[in-house]
């Protein structure tokens, strides 16, 4: 019968002379001293999470536990580099043999050391993103797939294939539960990522999820690899545990099953990314996979007032699944938190703008302020007003409204039905289309400009037969888009000054599929889409819309030339960019049913609570003042007009004592 013999540790410990109990509260300590074993440590938000696992390390290596015997795990490299930072600021250097990093950077260390186990040269590329999508690109090429002109862009592919490797489920679930528009594509899809990989390792290359996925691969077909590792990392600490997926919780109950020394520190009420594949039941379920586990609470809150952490624990009340925790706050009493009734969507982005002037008055930093929201469409109005107040801002989650690609293809459409002069607008069109890139797109224009004559000014004519004469010029493989192009042109010209109308069309006729095709965040575009077809209900005139684009991005293109020296800029972000952050100042706008919770987590309870969690973490990122907002009435595409909106269950399940409630009124003068 095989059984493990002790070697006892020789090796002297190291003396850090670190009071543990005095630098760390009740709760961190117990964590931090825990005996061997397997521990998960519940960190509520603002409770010191860092702090805690720095600590971890400083008390093994006190212990005798050998540095190069550790091995510590982040989400980012941001992550690793200020953990890795604070051990060695804690510990005045010497971290040369302490593995730590990115599950993928240490995933790529192995893989260097190991590659010839699966056919790989240690000197293996990793690709960037941009690299991958290229070699994506030629394997379609390459496969020759059929109906190339509807087939998935490489960006979708790309996505595809990442949820599937890290998620562990087959591809065939992945598109039926949320690429259901591709199932057709099914086995030439298939075909493309068989011929990915077999490329990937004939040129020594790998991807970002090759570093995870054939790590694991590595130790579960060598059983010597696996036991030199399972050996070697004698205690695990993996960081934001709830947010790994099923492929990191399997690396890591792989190398702790020998030993089961892992300690895992998260908080469940900040699992948020199911959609790139998160499992929020790998935190949930594991005291299950390892039984015995201690869970340790850290409940002591550093970050925010005790009215904050009241309504934030008011909040997550409502969700079933989680462990249950209440966060205690050591700051002193502040302001309530302030529900605001708004009348529509630019009365509350008036709000915000003038509230945040007024903060700003009292000695509060732009800097120190962010607003927060569900999706990136929900701040168009916010955008648009504080443009107009010329204060400056800053947005985390990505480009401003106007500058997002699929903003300016829509745009394009309109432009140049308006001026048949605009080539820009034309060619941003017409590369649309397959086959066409910009050389072609140069002929294509020339041609359009031949049929402009003094005699038949092009804006004097129908453009849709223009663009029809000239379908001969067109690649074969654009023929029927050509078609398509020229019948969309006619019917956006019987609505020229109907502007919103020519959003939806320019939607229903083929730029919705193009989404699909091309981005792997297709509803999120398209839901940014139909909020510029209600924006635009409010222009009588395709005129009078397209100045204002004109005057909006053109006042964010001064702003960023005049700024010379860095300045004051309240930070506008989504939620999940904001994860991890805090300020002293924060907005939640856009707390609508429908809008958050999104009308898509409506339908299963996993998705509302995840929803809750999104909102708990946006409350958990402020410090001092919490402003939650809401239009009672908003504007909606189509022949709905304005609708009302009913506020958010999530303030709904607020009780009313834990705020103070505005009912914002316009001045008469």
């Not at 990442?162 to 057709?184: A, V």
């Not at 067109?474 to 888009?481: R, S």
């Not at 005139?541 to 300045?567: K, R, W, Y």
Request: proline share 4%.
């Amino acid at each position: 019968m095989a059984q493990d013999y002790v070697i006892q540790n020789l090796r002297p410990p190291v003396e850090f002379h670190i009071d543990y109990a005095k630098e760390l509260n009740q709760q961190q300590h117990a964590a931090v001293t825990a005996l061997p074993a397997p521990s998960l440590v519940i960190a509520g938000a603002g409770s010191g999470k860092t702090r805690t696992l720095t600590y971890r390390v400083a008390y093994l290596l006190e212990q005798g536990i050998p540095a190069d015997r550790i091995l510590l795990l982040t989400f980012t490299n941001k992550a690793a580099r200020e953990m890795m930072r604070r051990v060695s600021d804690l510990l005045e250097g010497g971290l040369s043999l302490l593995w730590g990093g990115t599950f993928h950077s240490v995933g790529s260390r192995i893989l260097r050391r190991h590659a010839d186990r699966l056919g790989y040269r240690p000197d293996f590329t990793i690709l960037d993103r941009e690299d991958a999508r290229a070699l994506l690109k030629t394997c379609i090429e390459e496969t020759k797939i059929e109906h190339a002109s509807r087939f998935p862009k490489a960006d979708v592919l790309a996505n595809l294939f990442s949820l599937e490797i890290n998620t562990g489920d087959p591809l065939s679930k992945i598109l039926s539960e949320q690429y259901e528009y591709l199932e057709p594509f099914g086995e030439e899809i298939s075909t493309v990522a068989r011929a990915f990989t077999t490329r990937k390792q004939k040129t020594n290359v790998m991807d970002f999820d090759d570093l995870l996925s054939l790590w694991l691969k590595l130790l579960r077909e060598n059983e010597d690899l696996l036991e030199l590792y399972q050996r070697r990392f004698q205690f695990l600490l993996v960081d934001e545990y709830q947010d790994t997926n099923r492929l990191q919780s399997d690396l890591i109950d792989l190398l702790a099953k020998r030993h089961g020394n892992v300690m895992v520190v998260g908080d469940d009420s900040q699992s948020i990314y199911s959609w790139r594949g998160a499992n929020f039941k790998n935190i949930l379920q594991f005291p299950e996979r390892y039984p015995g586990a201690q869970v340790y609470r850290i409940e002591t809150n550093y970050r925010s007032t005790p009215e904050i952490l009241n309504l934030a624990n008011a909040a997550i009340a409502s969700n079933t699944c989680q462990y249950a925790k209440v966060l205690k706050a050591v700051r002193p009493s502040g302001e309530r938190p302030v529900v605001a009734s708004c009348e529509d969507g630019r009365q509350q982005a008036e709000f915000v703008a003038q509230r945040a002037l007024q903060l700003r008055e009292s000695g509060i930093s732009l800097n120190d302020m962010a607003v927060l929201y569900r999706s990136h469409f929900h701040a168009l109005e916010l955008q648009m007003e504080l443009t107009r107040r010329q204060i400056p801002f800053t947005i985390t989650s990505g480009l401003r409204f106007f500058e997002q690609a699929h903003i300016k293809d829509v745009s394009a459409y309109i432009k140049w039905i308006h001026n048949p002069a605009d080539e820009l607008s034309f060619k941003r069109i017409i590369q649309l289309l397959p086959g066409i890139g910009g050389k072609g797109a140069g002929k294509l224009w020339s041609a359009i400009q031949a049929k402009d004559t003094p005699e038949a000014p092009l804006n004097s004519q129908p453009l849709a037969p223009v663009v029809q004469g000239c379908a001969r010029l067109a690649p074969k493989k654009a023929q029927a888009a050509w078609a398509q192009l020229s019948a969309t042109l006619s019917q956006l010209e019987d609505l020229k000054d109907q502007p919103s109308a020519m959003v939806d069309l320019i939607l229903e006729a083929g730029y919705t599929e193009y989404l699909q095709d091309t981005f792997p965040n297709f509803r999120s575009r398209q839901e940014d889409l139909a909020q510029l077809s209600t924006f635009a209900l409010q222009f009588k005139t395709t005129d009078d819309f397209l100045t204002q684009l004109a005057l909006v991005t053109n006042t964010e293109s001064e702003d960023e030339a005049a700024a010379e020296e860095p300045e004051e800029r309240i930070r506008l972000s989504t939620i999940h960019q904001a994860k991890g952050l805090e300020f002293p100042v924060v907005f939640l706008i856009m707390l609508c049913e429908g809008l958050f919770p999104s009308t898509r987590s409506m339908d299963r309870i996993d998705f509302e609570e995840e929803e809750r969690r999104l909102f708990y973490v946006a409350v958990t990122r402020a410090m001092d003042h919490l402003y939650l907002s809401y239009p009672a009435v908003r504007m909606t595409a189509g022949n709905s007009g304005e609708m009302f909106q009913r506020r958010s269950r999530f303030l709904a399940e607020l009780p009313e004592e834990l705020v103070d409630t505005w009912n914002l009124r316009s001045s008469l003068f």
